[in-house]
């Protein structure tokens, strides 16, 4: 794979499964731009060569600055990776606060959807444009406990879905990624929630989500990075509107 001459966005890129993803594009040889709401994450990510700026996603006319930033400093974008997304509350339905649900269809799906408007102007004029937004195996299974992130990671799908049919004729590939457990710091915070509210010692909570993938084991950055690789390369030029699970084959979610 080579992203030579590619201009590439990841969206919260400056952590987690993002930064992983925008070091792939970089090693890959693209021009890579990552924002993230976390100062501190932005200004690492400068020190450590990549551009980047601070931006929320869930707020459209930060994301409309941030395409104007992005036109300037990378004269174009070929690759927009939607990875932002917030967890969410923890808890039964009867529970959850209509705030804190609601920021998460913010962040989650409203966030990608404002990428995708602001982006796509950009995205038109190159030949070959392509999307990838993060959804999970929450987007294609139920979740106990967490609904408002299930429900907004399976609008992920849909998002996909039907925007592959409307943009499939500009050339411009529409996919998602449902990772399963990806190992690193939220997936700990992820547990510790779930956990608490199943009254149950974290260490056991833990195991039931490493054997929750048959191989069983947590899915690493590295494997989630090497498929929006592949799903934004010339070899995935036919694959468009797929939710492509990297999950290790998981058939249940606790
Ligand atoms: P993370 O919680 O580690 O967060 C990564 C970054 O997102 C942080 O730097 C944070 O500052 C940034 N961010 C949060 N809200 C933002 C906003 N409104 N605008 C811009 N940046 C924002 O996340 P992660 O584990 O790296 O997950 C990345 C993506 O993968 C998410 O969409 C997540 O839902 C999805 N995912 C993660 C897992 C997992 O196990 N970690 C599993 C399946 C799917």
């Not at 501190?40 to 930033?69: F, H, I, P, W, Y």
């Not at 990838?132 to 967490?146: C, E, I, K, T, W």
């Not at 190992?183 to 260490?203: C, F, H, S, T, Y």
């Amino acid at each position: 794979m080579d992203f030579t001459a590619k201009r590439v966005l990841v969206t919260a890129g400056a952590n987690g499964i993002g930064l992983a993803i925008a070091t792939k594009f970089k090693d890959l040889g693209a021009s890579v731009f990552v924002t993230d709401i976390d100062p501190d994450a932005v200004e690492k990510a400068q020190v450590n060569g990549l551009s980047a700026a601070v931006s929320d996603v869930s707020d459209e006319a930060q994301v409309r600055e941030l395409m104007d930033t992005v036109a300037a400093e990378l004269g174009g974008l070929d690759v927009l990776v939607n990875n932002a997304g917030i967890a969410g509350p923890t808890g039964p339905l009867e529970t959850l606060d209509a705030g804190a649900w609601k920021a998460t269809f913010d962040v989650n799906i409203h966030g990608q959807f404002y990428c995708i408007k602001h982006a796509l102007p950009l995205l038109r004029q190159g030949t070959d444009a392509s999307i990838v937004n993060l959804s999970s195996a929450a987007g294609r299974l139920g979740m106990a406990g967490r609904s408002a992130y299930s429900a907004s990671k399976w609008a992920v799908v849909g998002l996909t879905k039907t925007l592959a049919i409307e943009l499939g004729p500009d050339r411009i590939r529409v996919n998602a990624i449902c990772p399963g457990a990806v190992n690193g710091p939220r997936i700990d915070a992820v547990i510790a929630a779930k956990a608490q509210m199943l009254d149950l010692p974290e260490e056991q909570v833990s195991e039931l989500y490493h054997n929750q993938s048959s191989l069983g084991r947590l899915i690493e950055a590295e494997d989630i990075a090497n498929m929006a690789a592949f799903a934004a390369s010339d070899l995935a030029r036919n694959v468009n509107g797929q939710a492509l699970a990297v999950d290790g084959n998981t058939e249940k979610l606790y």
